[in-house]
């Protein structure tokens, strides 16, 4: 499985931006797809996921704000946040878990102005 994200940028906060991640290769072992973030100095965390199934996690802190979705047909993952505040800034990663591996898009950086 490859991954190819694209969409960060620099806005304004209460401002929004929308995250792509176009998937490719062996799809059919794929369980979850998402974006993880890791803001500078801190460890990466979880954002939003969804699994094959349609369950949607989000960190608390996003919650409300961030809203992930699919579109299978194109196998693509996007990420629509809105009311972005300054503390979202950071490297914001897709992510795939397959049945045997994790596997990690490039970064794309998202920063938000105050």
């Known amino acids: 499985v490859q991954l190819q994200a694209s969409g960060g940028g620099l806005v304004q906060a209460g401002g929004s931006l929308r995250l792509s991640c176009v998937a490719s290769?062996?799809?059919?072992?794929?369980?979850?797809m998402g974006w993880y973030r890791q803001a500078p100095g801190k460890q990466r965390e979880l954002a939003a996921i969804?699994?094959?199934?349609?369950?949607?996690i989000y960190a608390d802190s996003v919650k409300g704000r961030f809203t992930i979705s699919r579109e299978t047909t194109k196998n693509t993952v996007y990420l629509q946040m809105s009311s972005l505040k300054p503390e979202d800034t950071a490297v914001y990663y897709c992510?795939?878990?397959?049945?045997?591996?994790?596997?990690w898009g490039h970064g794309t950086q998202v920063t938000v102005s105050s």
């Open positions: 992510h795939a878990r397959t049945l045997v591996a994790d596997v």
């Open positions: 290769g062996s799809l059919r072992s794929v369980v979850s």
């Open positions: 969804v699994t094959t199934g349609g369950t949607v």
